[in-house]
């Protein structure tokens, strides 16, 4: 029969630490490589086109909560969604309220051109 873990000979308890210790290591190494990544690419789109970064945001999100959370990953599903759609909704306000700016602005440059122009009879 298999020993409990409180039978296990000192051998076994060093080995299972051992083992132990190697998947913390290389989980570690993971997380370092992948933030690594993510920091490089970051900045490239700093760079670039700083516009890409909340994209970039939401991807590394999706991309880290299942990987990271494994356990938690269907019970935060509803979370996210609810994120993106909050941001997504919240986008498309801004660019609404950028067009009416937009729209606001022309038409008082109109009317100052309108009103300096010499009038013709």
């Known amino acids: 029969m298999g020993m409990s873990s409180t039978e296990q ?5 060093e080995a299972q630490s051992a083992a132990d210790a190697a998947t913390m290591k290389n989980n570690r190494s993971d997380a370092a490589t992948t933030a690594t990544v993510v920091g490089v690419v ?3 789109a700093l760079i670039f086109e700083a516009a890409l970064i909340p994209g970039m945001v939401l991807g590394v999100g999706a991309m880290l909560v299942p990987k990271v ?11 996210f969604r609810a994120t993106v759609r909050g941001a997504y909704k919240a986008g498309r306000s801004a660019r609404h309220a950028f067009a009416e700016a937009k729209e606001q602005v022309h038409d008082v440059v109109a009317e100052t051109k309108a009103e300096s122009a010499p009038t013709q009879l």
């Open 69 to 79: 959370l494994p356990r938690l990953g269907e019970g935060l599903q509803p979370a």
């Open 42 to 44: 970051a900045i490239g």
């Open 9 to 13: 000979g000192p051998e076994e308890a």
